[in-house]
């Protein structure tokens, strides 16, 4: 059984790498490895496969991918609409 100290270790070196394997970018997006291949079989998500067999992340990539299709806040939804309604007259 690993330790505190090595768990902690393993979450910091995921968090400081560039490049990470399928593991540590599951562990670091938080999804499980099935679901993660499940988005590289799809194309749907950034990934390198420079020997054709393992597949690689680029960290930012997927933080960047992460952000993708934010949802706004019911403040931000009213004050996007705020200046179409006042087009229309509403």
């Not at 950034?46 to 597949?55: E, F, I, L, N, S």
């Amino acid at each position: 059984m690993r330790s505190l100290a090595e768990m902690t270790a393993a979450r910091v070196s995921i968090c400081t790498k560039e490049i990470l394997t399928s593991t540590e970018a599951a562990q670091y997006m938080g999804v499980a490895l099935s679901y993660l291949y499940k988005l590289t079989m799809r194309r749907e998500i950034p990934h390198y496969k420079p020997t054709g067999k393992m597949v690689f992340f680029r960290r930012d990539e997927l933080e960047q991918w992460l952000q993708n299709n934010r949802i706004m806040t019911q403040d931000e939804a009213k004050a996007a609409a705020l200046p179409n309604a006042k087009r229309r007259g509403l």
